[in-house]
């Protein structure tokens, strides 16, 4: 018997993207990739690209996808798994896709613990459209719309979507991870296996918030850039792992799991 | 199967699961809770699934994924609903995917009201998302009928890919009558694997992708041309309506569609009794529109009267069918109040003693 020597390609396509130089959307497509490929559920994995700058990322998968509008990915995920449980379904969302336009879908379909996973890349900024301010933008961080920075009197502060999701009484796998620098790489992909591993299981819903650069937009240069995301981004929005479908609630409501009502004969 | 009495609202539902309906997402909107409600029951029975949505936003967009992996799916909805639903109903169509929308209509603008209107003609008609895009609509009559033209109506979806939009109105939702199932109902287009669904790739088959974005302006255009020719096909092919009396002479041709086409019917034969002959055409698909039937059914009338839910919508579409060849008159009640056949007979009475405004034409 010969042994194959040539693998399947993998579930990231051989092509060039459009990406920024020093932009970590093309690190966190590798890493899905990456785990498609070593759970081996390629051929039954649809991706969800956002509008956003990754809104072709259904050219760079080497994976059937849908193209959802703005903000909407939770929504067309809920809609996919309810019609084919089988599948193995993952939304790609920025920050403000996800946060902004698409708040009320990613809150739903959270908490109706739709078994999906949602990549969510918070960059801090409206990349695609130039810069403008995002709900995640910093205090007194500088953009297209802020052009004095933002003001939280006027625009509140930064939402941190995997506390504000970790609340949810539903159980699920919620965690941040930041891609800027190789150590941190790595934690970003153990968390990503271990979403995409909960729904393989029939778990829960699951989404690994990652910290990514836009040098563009910030007017930063790459390399600048990860010191940049490290100084300022990662202490408002701390690593680590947030909430577990079997781990105690953040904090533990005094009532008790839902059960099934009965029903007569 | 035997006639069963039901309301319209889970007739509707009940073709849905007759046609293989498996999938339901929606968010409650009166006049047409019904229809969730009963789908919330009954497809759980059939191991289907039912999705109460947090918003239209949502329930549309759910749509749009379930279609695209190539199930039969539904959703329905009244007014202020649909409005929300527009950007789903863009995509869905953008990206070509078989849907079956409902859309119970309700009195307008706004809030409006809950009673029964045919406010949204023209949204559900001329577009209502954005872009150059054609919904195929079936306004049915009857519960009888709107059964009929849910089961059709996925078959339809399929065959073109492209989301159709049952438009009916509260009395439709509300009515109580007699349906009929027919148990070895063949399907009325030769329907195709769907190959173009996303349902994983395993490289048997070029990757699905389904999408409405083309960055390239020259295959954009081209995308739309492909649109455009699918809705010409439609034009071509799919235009339903029904004529009343037209076999006999008449001086009025009526144009109505939906339950107020019922009205107008009931007005029709008590204009018999008083010696006055009229006679009707009943647009059933609405896009496309009959321009042609209802010319040639104008030809032996006077004058023409269109009878509306709404300040006048469809109208316009009689008026391009007519071409200004015939004097167009107009009766519309809103806001949810009903046209009776007594002011249509009346209408009829006033154009006959030349007594009627012919509608300006601006
Ligand atoms: C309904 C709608 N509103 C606005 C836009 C314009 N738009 C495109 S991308 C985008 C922002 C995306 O930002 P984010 O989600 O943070 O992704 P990033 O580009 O930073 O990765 C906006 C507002 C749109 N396409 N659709
Ligand atoms: S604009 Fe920002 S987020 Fe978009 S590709 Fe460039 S660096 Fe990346
Ligand atoms: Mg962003």
């Not at chain 1, 990322?57 to 089988?86: C, W």
């Not at chain 2, 895009?133 to 996925?154: I, K, M, N």
């Amino acid at each position: 018997m010969s042994e194959a020597v040539f693998k399947n390609p993998g579930s990231l396509a051989d092509v060039q993207t459009h990406y920024c130089p020093g932009c970590t959307h093309g690190v966190i497509h590798r890493m899905v990739a990456e785990i498609v490929d070593e759970l081996g559920v390629k051929e039954r994995t649809i991706g969800i690209a956002p509008v956003g700058c990754a809104v072709l990322a259904y050219n760079y998968f080497n994976l059937d996808f849908h193209e959802a509008s703005h903000g909407r990915a939770p929504a067309v995920a809920t809609g996919i798994k309810r019609a084919r449980p089988d599948l193995m379904v993952f939304a790609y969302q920025g920050d403000g896709d996800l946060a902004s336009i698409g708040a009320a879908e990613i809150v739903h379909c959270a908490n109706r613990g739709e078994k999906v996973t949602v990549v969510f890349v918070n960059n801090a900024i409206y990349g695609m459209t130039g810069g403008q301010m995002a709900p995640t933008t910093l205090p007194g961080q500088i953009a297209t719309t802020c052009p004095t920075g933002r003001d939280t009197d006027l625009a509140g502060f930064p939402i941190r979507i995997a506390e504000m999701l970790s609340t949810l009484r539903t159980p699920a796998f919620i965690a941040r991870a930041s891609v800027h620098k190789p150590i941190y790489a790595v934690h970003a992909k153990q968390m990503l296996r271990e979403a995409f591993t909960y729904q393989k299981d029939d778990r829960c819903f699951s989404l690994v918030e990652i910290l990514s650069t836009c040098p563009t937009n910030w007017g930063i240069p790459p390399a600048e850039s990860t010191e940049w995301l490290e100084k300022n981004m990662i202490p408002y929005y701390p690593l680590g792992v947030f909430k577990r479908p079997d781990g105690e609630d953040r904090a533990p409501l005094p009532i008790r799991p839902a059960r099934r009502p009965h029903h007569a004969e | 199967m035997a006639k069963k009495l039901m309301k319209g609202s889970e007739a509707i539902g009940e073709a849905a699961v007759q046609a293989g309906c498996k999938l339901f997402y929606g968010y409650p909107i009166t006049p047409q809770n019904e229809i969730p409600e009963y789908m919330s029951h009954r497809l759980p029975q059939i191991g289907g699934t039912f999705v109460q949505a947090e918003s239209e936003v949502s329930a549309s967009n759910m749509l749009y994924g379930a279609a695209g992996s190539g199930e039969r799916v539904m959703t329905s909805s009244s007014s202020p609903g649909i409005s929300l639903m527009t950007e789903a109903i863009s995509y869905m169509a953008g990206s070509e995917l078989p849907v079956v929308l409902v859309n119970i209509m309700r009195a307008g603008p706004g809030l409006g009201g809950i009673l029964p209107s045919q406010a949204d003609y023209f949204q559900a008609t001329k577009g209502g998302g954005h872009g150059d895009y054609r919904l195929l609509v079936l306004a049915p009559w009857s519960v009888q009928e709107a059964a009929d033209l849910v089961q059709d109506g996925f078959d339809l979806a399929d065959h073109y890919r492209n989301p159709v939009m049952i438009l009916g109105d509260g009395l439709i939702g509300q009515m109580m009558e007699p349906v009929e199932f027919h148990k070895d109902r063949k399907p009325i287009k030769e329907l195709k694997e769907k190959i173009w669904a996303a349902t994983g790739y395993d490289g048997t088959r070029p990757r699905a992708i389904i999408n409405s974005l083309f960055l390239d302006p020259a295959t954009l255009e081209k995308h739309n041309h492909k649109l455009q020719a699918k809705y010409a096909e439609m034009t071509r092919d799919e235009i339903r309506y029904e004529t009343y009396g037209t076999d006999k002479d008449y001086d009025i041709l009526i144009v109505a569609y939906g339950t107020v086409a019922r009205v107008c019917s009931t007005a029709m034969e008590d204009l018999e009794a008083d010696g006055i002959k009229a006679a009707m055409i009943r647009p059933i698909s609405l896009f496309p529109f009959p321009y042609e039937a209802i010319r040639k059914a104008a030809d032996k009338a006077d004058a023409v009267l269109v009878v509306e839910l709404s300040a006048g919508q469809m109208i316009e579409d009689v008026r391009l069918a007519l071409e200004g060849n015939k004097p167009i008159h107009f009766h519309g009640r809103m806001g949810g109040m009903l046209a009776s056949p007594e002011e249509v007979m009346e209408k009829v009475k006033e154009i006959k003693a030349g007594k009627s405004q012919e509608v300006s034409h601006v």
